[in-house]
């Protein structure tokens, strides 16, 4: 095959470039985003209802018929539901392993179940999503000179959001517009309220103003035409002046005002009110491109604005995506170039070193076309995957071209020396490259969504190996017979510094290799006391804690709070934020119907603008909320973690059960040490209860039902709604009565029921008090509460083993407590990367079973693995870096890298035993004949993933634990690979020579005993 492949170097080259081309090509135009396209594991479900329901009926007719369909379902992981008076939002999570069509077979039979339910929704429905439904892709703030005017108003609506719309790409622009759309308010006067039938009499009346009735239709000269009448009411001034049948004006009984529902909206930048725009982008699409495209029409739009106004770029992901990307392919193209340059260091020659030069891109150019083929976008995850890739696929080509090199070196003929160099490390390139295979790819199918998200990684990384394998059989041979240069006469210095480092690691190795027992001792007494340390002592995080320059800040006041009040506690923690040295932006929203909460985006100065630390900035903005602010609780995210929370889920069957148990439960949690705060994120105080019983013997005494004083009394409660035409405009009108009937309870009881004011609520019913439950959530047909457990983050390993010990100790009937949120991920997560370990030396292990035909060589390298832990341990103490599931990964990529040099070592002693008189002299020779490939290899793999390691750019938190797993890691392994490999290969195989010679020895011992006889 390799004699093939030569003799025809010209098609090979011409394939060469036709993938530097066409990678080139497929790299510039791939489509760049954050994060990669994932349609989400779940479908939620909503039916909500007009008027205030008992939770349970919801439960029983809706909830309940929809689990049931969903929970038979094989495809389905869970359900969770969300019930309250109004309504339930109910979400069906998937197992990993569901394709989309199983998916939309499950949401077919959970539609079909939400049409036949026996209960009448106001609404309803069932809605998929996929990971660019829920991060907008910018979030712009469109400021106006006067926020109360009308002009920037309509030219947003009529111009800025309909030229937004037509931009390529962009999937979708949503708006706060509805919130700024007038409507038609109409509250009856207190003088109007006589009885439910004269009431609603005017109400009838009202409403037909704006109605038009078809009278038929006229059929004429072979034509038809539609006989409308025209609505009485046009214009709010007729309204207005409108006369009703019994010759009363219209205004004599309800007041009539035009008004949009943005006096219950608040929303700032820098304390200026904002109208807010965010764009969508449709998937597969580049966000750098349709961010430049958004942006620059928006400039265009403000030059050639109508009205006074100017907008400000809140959040913009393309920004990010775009450095991010710029700074890994720079890390990227800096760990190539220096991989390259060591290998200048080590064989002194250009042309020797070009061999490797040329093979980098190619292997990553036929990555990238690999990737194109699959679907995959340039997106931070699948480079992260092509920057470790870039770090290890010069260990397949190192190793033939050293191998080859060698053979040079002793004096063969070239092309015998690149065939049968080739020839020489196949099986164990082979081997070493589909072991690494083997650890990468259960990375890909891990469950959940860090599963769908890791597989681009995974994917990634697996490209790059198996393009390095094609490049190091075809391309480096081939490049060999005309590029690999032996320099002859003086050795440089650096070999000479490997010569030095030889006689000494020989000396090193001939010690241990006597002192076997001891050796693997000290390695095993390592390893326990790394295991402690990183367990221990070594910081742990989650993993993506961001450290950019923006926080978001969740804040919460009173719940009862007034909505004007809450507006002023808020500006005033607006301003003050604003005045913090290093902060350039601050926006937020509330709404009347949220009063007590916002979210508040604070954006930092860029790096070359801040003059003081983030992580400053960070702690004073902590300070201003605890120390000034009259805030009852509050979090933070997207930067680093400034205090920590636990969320702990309480779940039964029944709910009667799981209502006792809570109180206790909380108690003892609140109780915990460095516990500063315990939110009950389902618990509801529950508004008063009135039950009216009518007196049916009353009610037809006053000539009155029972019927129609409900319906009066949901118009009084709840008012009315109806869409209508005014001024040429659809609008919606809003029927209402004063605000006294519904906040005092004296008023509504005196509420007249006729027309005469002699009949008033009170007289006909009787009242029971109680009260109504709040919201309720169940979990896979389980009742679940959750508790948010706040507590200083230094402690926060204490904590933890403090509410993880009150878990296994607490005993309840039909009671379950467990870990939610994040600790839950991060359990879940851990939980699969171990299953994800075990599955990849399982592989690794089957694969150097076939390599070696041999139980005992395999279990040799197998007993190998565990010790890189120690150079990981060693790596996050002298970093200061927390371990985190990323970290975690890294560990798990080493088991391939580290087993690839074993592999190799082997293999040399396998195929020279018997050139050599002892065990012994055949594994220091292998190993000095190794060396400088294992050494070679480590070293460029080490400096390809120093821009990793070192970080700086917008993706640190994803690479930097990786890369500091895998270069100490993989130092450490070369220690193993050179002293602890060979010495448990002598212990192993030594045993065995032992035993064979014993048995030859016996042989022959009988053989002449027979022969004297």
Sequence with gaps: MFNMLIERKIVVFLLCIAILIGGTYTALTMPQKLMPDIKQPFITVYANVKLDVDPTEIEEKVVKPIEDVALRSPYVQSVRANTHTRGTNITIQFKNTVKIEQQNEVKSEVEKALNNVAFNLESKGVQDYSSSDFVPLLSLAIIPENIEGRDTLDELEKVIIPTLKKIPSVGEVRSDLDYRQEQLIVELKPEALKGAQKTEGIIQEMSSLFSSTVMGTLSFSGEKAQIHSAPKVQSLNELREFNLEDGTKLSNHVDIQMQSKASSLAQYYNSDPYYSIEIFISKGVSEIEVGKNVLQTLSELYEERNSDWEYKVIFDSSQYIGTAVKELVTNILIGGFLAIFILLIVYRSFRTMLIIGLSIPICILMTILAMDWYGFTLNIVSLIGLGIGTGMIVDACIVVLDNIFRRLKEGEERLTAVLEGTKEVFAPVLSSVLTTVAVFLPIGILEGTIGNTMKYFSFTITFSLLSSLLVAFILVPILSLKLTEVKEGSEGWIQKWTQKWAQNLKRVLEYCLNRKKRTIFSFVLLFFVALILLLGVVPKSFGGENEGNYLQVFLQVEENIDFELSKEVFADASKSFQEIEGVKDVSYSLTESNASSTSMYITFLDEDEATRDYEDIRKEITRLVEEEFLVTSYSMQLGEALSGIAEIQINSSNLEQLTQALPLIKEELEMIPDVTRLDDLNESKGDEKWILSFDEEKLKQHGLSQNSIEQ???????????????????????????????????????????????????????????????????????????????????????????????????????????????????????????????????????????????????????????????????????????????????????????????????????????????????????????????MTTTITTVTGLIPMFIGGSESSNFQTPIATSVIFGLIFATIISLILVPVMYELFEGRRERKMREKMQKMNEEALTESSM
Aim: aromatic share 10%.
């Design 712 to 934: 009066y009394l949901s118009l009084i409660l709840q008012g009315r709604s109806s869409t209508i035409k005014i001024n040429g405009e659809n609008r919606t009108m809003n029927i209402q009565t004063p605000d006294v009937y519904r906040h005092s309870p004296k008023q509504l009881l005196e509420l007249p029921l006729d027309e005469n004011n002699l009949v008033s609520l009170d007289s006909v019913v009787n009242i029971e008090k109680g009260t109504v439950e709040g919201n309720r959530r169940r979990v896979d047909g389980s009742y679940q509460t959750t508790f948010l457990i706040y507590f200083d983050i230094f402690k926060r390993q204490e904590v933890v083993s403090s509410i993880e010990k009150f878990i296994s100790q607490y005993h309840a009937p039909g009671v379950e407590i467990y870990f939610g949120g994040k600790i839950k991920q991060q359990q879940e997560e851990t939980s699969m990367l171990w299953k994800m370990l075990v599955m990849s030396i399982a592989a690794v292990v089957f694969i150097l079973i076939i390599q070696f035909n041999s139980l005992r060589q395999p279990f040799v390298i197998f007993l190998s693995l565990p010790f890189t832990v120690i150079g990981v341990t060693i790596g996050f103490l002298v970093t200061g870096r927390s371990f985190d599931p990323f970290a975690m990964i890294g560990m798990v990529m080493l088991v391939g890298i580290v087993v690839n040099n074993s592999i190799v070592l082997i293999d040399f002693i396998n195929k020279n035993r018997e050139k050599y008189e002892t065990l012994r002299e055949a594994i220091t020779q292998a190993v000095h004949a190794r060396m400088r490939a294992i």
